[in-house]
């Protein structure tokens, strides 16, 4: 079975403060993908990352960093010195592979609230 | 270049009533879904479609009808609505195209629909 976990519901810090969200997963696939999402107050999902299981590297985007690790099936998500308005719930989720039974669909994880207060 | 668009963003409507949900998107992206999002269970999967006339249910498909005659629309069907269907409901797409990341779900604003 497919699964993904964000153990921590809410978190809060205060401003320019660094903050890990944590996203487990779970998959027999041998090829697979991962994907973070930021939906902020005002809604919308907004697409951050995708990562493929056999490229195992870092990614950084400006105060974005994620750190892949197979053996421990982890994916988690840092944002170095956090800002009001990164205040937003985030979405990790998995993509098993595209075999037939598949079709692109997303394992979601239930998110993590984030609020960053000034 | 719009992407994926959603409508009505907000809807009120009554038990009972047929309500259509509208999604429409400009990439060709072959694959397109439907979520309903309700506190406490995050997204939840009802529809999605591979490609035109191709549809399939998802998780939650019960009370919701779907239909693709073109690959751009998506448009999603509550037969007959009842409370328990109040809910934000987003709408997806993916595909490989240019500008977009490949098989990655890109989505619509969500149309928050209440029924009383």
């Known amino acids: 079975a497919q699964k993904v976990t964000q153990a921590q519901t809410e978190i809060s810090v205060v401003e320019k403060e660094d903050v890990t969200l944590d996203c487990v997963y779970e998959t027999r696939d041998t090829t697979y993908y991962l994907f973070w999402y930021k939906q902020p107050p005002s809604g919308e999902l907004v697409f951050l990352i995708r990562r493929n299981s056999f490229d195992e590297q870092n990614e950084i985007s400006g105060r974005y960093s994620w750190n892949f690790q197979k053996s421990t099936s982890s994916f988690n998500f840092t944002i170095t010195a956090s800002q009001v308005v990164d205040s937003a719930v985030y979405f990790c989720?998995?993509?098993?592979?595209?075999?037939?039974?598949?079709?692109?669909?997303?394992?979601w994880g239930l998110g993590t609230s984030l609020a960053v207060n000034p | 270049d719009a992407g994926i668009t959603q409508s009505p963003r907000y809807k009120i409507t009554e038990t009972g009533r047929q309500v259509t949900l509208m999604c429409h998107q400009t990439w060709s992206h072959s694959y397109m879904f439907w979520y309903r999002q309700d506190l406490g269970h995050g997204l939840r999967l009802i529809y999605y479609?591979?490609?035109?006339?191709?549809?399939d249910k998802g998780e939650v498909p019960d009370g919701y009808v779907v239909s693709r005659s073109k690959t751009e629309n998506f448009p999603l069907t509550l037969e007959s609505a009842t409370r328990s269907q109040t809910s934000v409901y987003f709408c997806?797409?993916?595909?490989?195209?240019?500008?977009?990341?490949?098989?990655?779900?890109?989505f619509g604003p969500g149309t928050r629909l209440t029924v009383l």
């Open positions: 997806a797409s993916s595909g490989v195209r240019r500008r977009t990341s490949t098989d990655t779900q890109y």
């Open positions: 989720a998995l993509c098993g592979g595209y075999n037939a039974g598949n079709n692109r669909k997303l394992i």
């Open positions: 479609s591979a490609a035109a006339d191709i549809t």
